[in-house]
């Protein structure tokens, strides 16, 4: 991955945790439609904004761990709080449309 400056970093962990997240929520749905090929989709792309995230989570650790300390902003530790966010979300997601399929299984 090229070197990405602060901003960039910031705003790519928003963007991809906010799809990461929007995309739990999506599948969740699905799921509660009985469409589980949807939902099992919609939790793979968001498998993939949560890799998209976590590179660029990488990227900037790696700036550090190279000696490029940034400065704490807000906005950094806001866009840290959209891929935990993201993360709890998906793995509630997953539990969730298990639970769904149980029940459905279970109600046929």
Request: charged share 25%; hydrophobic share 45%.
């Amino acid at each position: 991955m090229e070197h990405l400056d602060m901003d960039t970093i910031i705003m790519e962990l928003i963007v991809n945790a906010g799809n990461a997240r929007s995309l739990a929520i999506e599948a969740i749905r699905a799921a509660r439609e009985g469409d589980y090929e949807k939902a099992d989709s919609l939790l793979a792309e968001c498998d993939q904004a949560m890799n998209d995230a976590h590179n660029v989570q990488t990227e900037l650790i790696q700036q550090e761990l190279n000696g490029e300390k940034q400065p704490l902003s807000l906005l950094a530790v806001h866009a840290q709080d959209h891929v935990m966010n993201a993360m709890t979300v998906r793995d509630l997601a997953l539990e969730i449309i298990a639970m769904s399929k149980e029940l459905r299984k279970l109600a046929q």
